[in-house]
Nanobody, 112 residues
Framework: VQLVESGGGLVQPGGSLRLSCATS????????MKWYRQAPGKEREFVAS?????????YYDHSVKGRFFASRDNAKNTVYLEMNSLKPEDTAVYYC?????WGQGTQVTVSS
């Protein structure tokens, strides 16, 4: 199993980024996926989840609801996290996750 995040970077407050998590080694279309983040000095926290299949069911932490949107492309075995109206407090390493598996993370820094 491999989970490889990408798309992080430095963005100004109010900006947008789209993270990707390319996966392999399991039946992606049948697997619900989650996004977590970990800020310096803080515990890893839940950000968003998206159901298996067409991904019609998604959940978000209250801190990102209405700004972040999870989606998936089963043909590409990839899950995405669209992040809008970014705030400095969104600065963290972002991870995709399912079961016992985690990616290596991608750094998102929101700063002017």
């Amino acid at each position: 199993v491999q989970l490889v995040e990408s798309g992080g970077g430095l963005v100004q407050p109010g900006g947008s980024l789209r993270l990707s998590c390319a996966t392999s080694g399991f039946t992606f279309s049948s697997t619900a996926m989650k996004w977590y983040r970990q800020a310096p000095g803080k515990e890893r926290e839940f950000v968003a989840s998206i159901s298996s299949g067409t991904g019609v069911i998604d959940y978000y932490d209250h801190s990102v609801k209405g700004r972040f949107f999870a989606s998936r492309d089963n043909a590409k075995n990839t899950v995405y996290l669209e992040m809008n109206s970014l705030k400095p407090e969104d600065t963290a390493v972002y991870y995709c996750h399912f079961g016992n598996y985690w990616g290596q993370g991608t750094q998102v820094t929101v700063s002017s």
